[in-house]
């Protein structure tokens, strides 16, 4: 798969960023803080309300992170309402927002750590957005050297 292939054009890549990305980003010395501050070098995050939400939510109930950095992280990812709901592949309910709004928003990636309902659709693309954890993205970059690997 050519993951990385496709960050070498920054000006047509986006990489949407589901719930679970924004909450573990919050965390203290996040390593998914850090893949997302590689990425924005690539490219353009973004995400949806609907991610955002359940991030908030789960941050304010799990008392995980820092609301203060996940705050300031919003403010250098792009959330957008775009939203498709006829999608080609079957997923959970709860997962069509997420995925809907990756293939709404034209984003090429869709980076995701939920294992549980993606790990499936990992390295594949559904209608123009690959699917990836960010352990398969940040291997692709370090393959690519666009990250070193510790």
């Given amino acids: 798969m050519k993951v990385v292939a496709k960050l070498q054009s920054k000006s047509r890549v986006k990489i949407f960023l ?24 690539y490219g353009q995050c973004v995400t949806s309300p ?43 309910s709860k997962d069509i927002p997420i995925l809907g709004s990756a293939i709404a928003q034209k984003c090429t990636y869709l980076l995701t750590g939920d294992k549980r309902d993606f790990s499936f659709l990992f390295g594949k693309t ?8 960010p352990k398969l993205f940040a291997e692709e970059l370090v393959t690519k050297g666009l990250l070193k690997k510790k």
């Fill in 126 to 133: 559904v209608a123009g957005v690959t699917i990836v954890s």
């Fill in 50 to 92: 609907y991610a955002v939400e359940e991030a908030r939510k789960n941050l304010k109930l799990k008392k995980f992170g820092s609301l203060e950095v996940f705050e300031l992280l919003l403010t250098k990812v792009t959330t957008s309402n775009k939203l498709v709901l006829n999608l080609p592949v079957t997923i959970k």
């Fill in 18 to 41: 589901d719930a679970n990305i924004l909450f573990s980003a919050a965390a203290p010395k996040s390593n998914v803080a850090k893949l997302i501050n590689i990425a924005q070098h």
